[in-house]
């Protein structure tokens, strides 16, 4: 019997006021996802509880409970005011994943003000395109990446306070700003900004085909879907211990890796240390980890460890695990059950969708390689590229299309109407990847739409990867497509045809990477350049990134009619 029945019967009725009931939204309490993730918590008596363990890379370890991270992100709010930030500026996010990082995202939205999160990992170039976007009024950064800061803040006149929270008796320049979460007074009563549902509260910046990176603005009412879907589908209860594997500069390490457990009352943990399968495992034994959420990157990273390296270690408190990003293998889940004794569900959702949209959710049966049915309260369906009309053939691929209004949904690309209202056809969202459903609900993805590259989880434009490289002054036009890897699902391969007088040579390539090098983010660069005569282009010379991307995969090519060389 299909599993259809029960789960869509037991549904039906969905409402998201459940949600708001059980935050009590829009009650008498102020909304503010500030203070839903800590005042609120700490009124339930759950104060004393830890609401984040904290591990660095030299092994140091930090706790605080619900009543710091309170008094904390309210003196982080505090300060904000106290220098002159006002409701609505948007302030940056540009550090390590150390405690001060989360705090203070807290106390962004206390104030009142837009957070927005970027991977320490950015380069200058990286970081100048999204704060000068984002006309962003002040970043919070560390000793460690304020130099790239102070390169580009002459060209940022808007960017008037750069706050260094670990400054001790680091020499400020100019517009900088010293604040110690640690050692700045305990702030007992801070009066949180009472924002409306349409408030802004997060600028996610995420990448396109074309142009710049867009962000991605979310309102304060997203807390009712990240609220109800971190309980329902990471099903988190009150003595978890959930650890989420993902950076804050991404959309799932603030959803779920601030937001979601902390409105819920949980006790999270956090490793701000790179990758080895024996430091994660340990890791989770250590904190007794319950509930676990990665990404297939990682797990496939696992998988090449093996089973034994599990076997090394205690992982019998692990009772649900979850992965988000990139397409779940079958084989992961396979493994995964080998491994832990539990599968890995899959979640599907987009820095867009601000919550988790298509999931494998709790008691529904598993069916490796698919990403289960649309979560309770999100109409989702396939359409046809054509007319944008929902396929109803089981199994016939289409556009994943999500029905507008859900609580998390973005509800604009900051300065960008044209791009954001393109995404939406004949009453849908259009998520821009292909899957297919099956006649019980399930969702099978099949791929993405567009020519972005998702390497390890990360969405990659083609675009920032080709005006780098068109920049130098051997390359005369550029194609960036991903290429398969084991591990990433995707690497970005470059392919470049040079200018007159230039010959390709190994030195040219890598004065080329070298070139790029500082302009684009880690995850962005290339991992190979291929010299090519010219690039194959449509007769109104757009590149045809789909050719090159088929070839690299050993897919077919396709329809190639509007090809110029016809
Ligand atoms: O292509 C899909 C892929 O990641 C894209 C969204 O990326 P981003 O906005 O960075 O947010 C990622 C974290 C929420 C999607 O359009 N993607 C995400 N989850 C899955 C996935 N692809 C396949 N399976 C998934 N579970």
Redesign the pocket.
């Known amino acids: 019997m299909s599993n259809m029945g029960s789960y869509e019967e037991k549904y039906k009725d969905f409402d998201w006021k459940i949600s708001e009931a059980e935050l009590s939204f829009g009650k008498n309490d102020p909304i503010n996802i500030g203070y839903f993730c800590s005042d609120r918590i700490c009124e339930q008596g759950l104060g004393k509880k830890l609401a984040l363990i904290w591990e660095g890379f030299t092994g140091e370890v930090k706790k605080y409970t619900y009543d710091d991270i309170r008094f904390h992100s309210n003196a982080f709010a505090q300060f904000f005011r106290e220098i002159g930030l006002k409701p609505q500026d948007r302030i940056c996010l540009f550090m390590d994943r150390i405690p001060e990082l989360y705090i203070s995202f807290l106390g962004i939205l206390k104030m009142g003000g837009i957070a927005q999160p970027l991977f320490s990992a950015f380069g200058e170039e990286a970081l100048f395109t999204r704060l000068d976007d984002a006309k962003t009024k002040a970043i919070l950064t560390t000793k460690k990446h304020v130099g790239k800061v102070r390169r580009i803040r002459e060209t940022l006149p808007e960017l008037t306070k750069i706050i260094v929270v670990d400054a001790d008796d680091f020499k400020l320049q100019e517009r900088e700003f010293a604040f110690s979460m640690e050692k700045a007074p305990r702030v007992e009563k801070f009066d949180v900004f009472q924002a409306e549902r349409e408030t802004p509260s997060v600028l996610h910046y ?1 990448s396109g085909t074309t142009g710049k990176p867009k962000g991605a603005l979310h309102v304060h009412s997203s807390i009712i879907a990240q609220y109800l879907t971190t309980k329902w589908v990471l099903d988190l209860k009150p003595d978890d211990i959930y650890w989420c594997t993902a950076d804050p500069g ?3 390490g603030t959803s779920y890796g601030i937001i979601g457990p902390w409105s819920n009352g949980v006790t999270q943990v956090v490793l701000d240390s790179g990758f080895s399968a024996d430091k994660w495992y340990a890791f989770a034994e250590k904190y007794k980890v319950t509930v676990w959420y990665s990404a297939p990157t990682a797990i496939r990273l696992l998988m090449k460890e093996g089973i034994e390296a599990v076997k090394r270690h205690d992982l019998s408190s692990l009772r649900y695990l979850l ?6 293998n079958a084989e992961a889940v396979v493994w995964s059950q080998k491994a832990f004794g539990k599968p890995f569900h ?8 601000g919550s988790i949209v298509i999931t494998n959710f709790l008691g529904m049966e598993i069916r490796p390689g698919s ?1 289960g049915k649309a979560f309770p309260g999100i109409v989702a369906t396939v359409v046809d590229p054509k007319n944008f009309e929902p396929i109803t053939t089981p199994g016939s691929v289409g556009l994943i299309a999500l029905k507008p209004g859900w609580p998390s949904m973005f509800r604009a690309y900051w300065n960008n109407k044209e791009i954001y209202d393109n995404k939406f056809k004949n009453g849908w969202y259009i ?3 292909r899957s297919s459903i099956d006649k019980d609900g399930y969702f099978w ?1 099949v791929g ?1 739409d567009d020519d972005v590259i ?1 390497t390890a ?3 990659v434009g083609p675009f920032e990867i080709e005006s780098a490289l068109i920049e130098h002054k051997a390359v005369a036009e550029a194609a960036a497509v991903g290429k398969p890897d084991p591990i990433n699902m995707e690497v970005v391969k470059a392919f470049v045809a040079l200018k007159k007088g230039f010959e390709p040579s190994d030195d040219l390539e890598l004065d080329i990477m070298n070139f790029i090098r500082k302009k684009l983010s880690p995850l962005a660069m290339p991992q190979e350049i291929a010299f090519v005569q010219s690039l194959p282009k449509t007769r109104s010379g757009k590149i045809m990134r789909r050719m090159l991307r088929a070839q690299e995969w050993g897919e077919p090519i396709g329809d190639t009619s509007t090809l110029e060389n016809d």
């Open positions: 995420t991404w959309v799932t992965s988000v990003g990139e397409p779940l899959d979640t599907y959702w987009q820095t867009e969708t990403m998520c821009g990847d993805f993405r998702n989880g990360h969405l």
